[in-house]
T-cell receptor, first 118, second 116 residues
Framework: AQTVTQSQPEMSVQEAETVTLSCTYD???????LFWYKQPPSRQMILVIR??????QNATENRFSVNFQKAAKSFSLKISDSQLGDAAMYFC???????????????FGQGTRLTINP | DAGVIQSPRHEVTEMGQEVTLRCKPI?????LFWYRQTMMRGLELLIY????????DSGMPEDRFSAKMPNASFSTLKIQPSEPRDSAVYFC??????????????FGQGTRLTVV
């Protein structure tokens, strides 16, 4: 079974600075998807960024980018120019590309609470 | 599209009562997921449906929990009888399908259930 580990329960950063959130995962599959979701105090789960494992190029979405190291099974999220609205819980998640019982579910890490200091 | 719609947003009930959580997925999505979020266990999948058929219910904690999807636009998660340890936030999510091009799961705003 796949597992996702986020080793940083909490992180803080000064506004306008850069912060990196760590995520590692374990799988025997060669192709899969990885995601970062943001959960602000409103509770809504919002997709931040997605990476397909077969793509070597790291995904970027505006101020958000990932460092995907497939061999190391590492998938970190970098937030540049941090803003107060970035304060939230951030979840790393894994999803198989296969379609069989249980494969389509998202497997989540425990989350990292990010605080932005003004 | 209004996104995934869950109701109610908050539910407080007494131990032993029946609780029904509702979900309307995004139109056209054919996968639907129920997740539970607690401080202790984080986000865990309870059950998911594909084309209204339950595919994996291995995460359903016990027989007190049941889920149905009578049609493509509606699903329910029922707890009977409810217990204080069922207190959590319950999320419904939907996804376009199983093709490689559509992988994102869209989440509702969740139902915060408190069982006293």
């Amino acid at each position: 079974a796949q597992t996702v580990t986020q080793s940083q329960p909490e992180m803080s950063v000064q506004e306008a600075e850069t912060v990196t959130l760590s995520c590692t995962y374990d799988t025997s599959e060669s192709d899969y998807y990885l995601f970062w979701y943001k959960q602000p105090p409103s509770r809504q789960m919002i997709l931040v960024i997605r990476q397909e494992a077969y793509k070597q190029q790291n995904a970027t979405e505006n101020r958000f980018s990932v460092n995907f190291q497939k061999a190391a099974k590492s998938f970190s999220l970098k937030i540049s120019d941090s803003q107060l609205g970035d304060a939230a819980m951030y979840f790393c998640a894994y999803r198989s590309v296969r379609f069989f019982q249980g494969a389509q579910k998202l497997v989540f890490g425990q989350g990292t609470r990010l605080t932005i200091n003004p | 599209d209004a996104g995934v719609i869950q109701s109610p947003r908050h539910e407080v009930t007494e131990m032993g009562q029946e609780v029904t959580l509702r979900c309307k997925p995004i139109s056209g999505h054919n996968s639907l997921f129920w997740y539970r979020q607690t401080m202790m266990r984080g986000l865990e999948l309870l059950i998911y449906f594909n084309n209204n058929v339950p595919i994996d219910d291995s995460g359903m904690p016990e027989d007190r929990f049941s889920a149905k999807m009578p049609n493509a636009s509606f699903s329910t998660l029922k707890i009977q009888p409810s217990e204080p340890r069922d207190s959590a936030v319950y999320f419904c999510a939907s996804s376009p399908g199983t093709g490689n091009g559509n992988t994102e799961a869209f989440f509702g705003q969740g139902t915060r259930l408190t069982v006293v």
